[in-house]
């Protein structure tokens, strides 16, 4: 088992940053590769960014792309979402996610934190 806790949303103006922080309990927490997901209001949830169980792979949606930059330190438990230069679109609640497999799709995770709220003002 493994619980997740993300911390880090807010509400920021177009062209800001966020750190989103997501605490994962267990001793097991560098067995899982590490997802970040969205759902805005009204939207399907979505992929965002992915690691590796160690840190060295790492996927990005195309929207998020050159923008966000996900990271993990493993002597922490904690998988981490970097935005840069947020758009109004990026509104969402954000998600993340741990997974024994690899992938984008929602079913390839295990385990889901409860999210936090990023608001971004035009």
């Known amino acids: 088992q493994v619980q997740l806790v993300e911390s880090g949303g807010g509400l920021v103006q177009a062209g800001g940053s966020l750190r989103l922080s997501c605490a994962a309990s267990?001793?097991?927490?560098?067995?899982?590769?590490m997802g970040w997901f969205r759902q805005a209001p009204g939207k399907e949830r979505e992929f965002v960014a992915a690691?590796?169980?160690?840190?060295?792979?790492?996927y990005y949606a195309d929207s998020v792309k050159g923008r966000f930059t996900i990271s993990r330190d493993n002597a922490k438990n904690t998988v981490y979402l970097q935005m840069n230069s947020l758009k109004p679109e990026d509104t969402a609640v954000y998600y993340c996610?741990?997974?024994?497999?690899w992938g984008t799709g929602l079913r390839n995770y295990d385990y889901w934190g409860q999210g936090t709220q990023v608001t971004v003002s035009s």
């Open positions: 267990g001793r097991t927490f560098s067995s899982y590769a």
């Open positions: 690691i590796s169980w160690s840190g060295v792979s790492t």
């Open positions: 996610a741990a997974t024994t497999r």
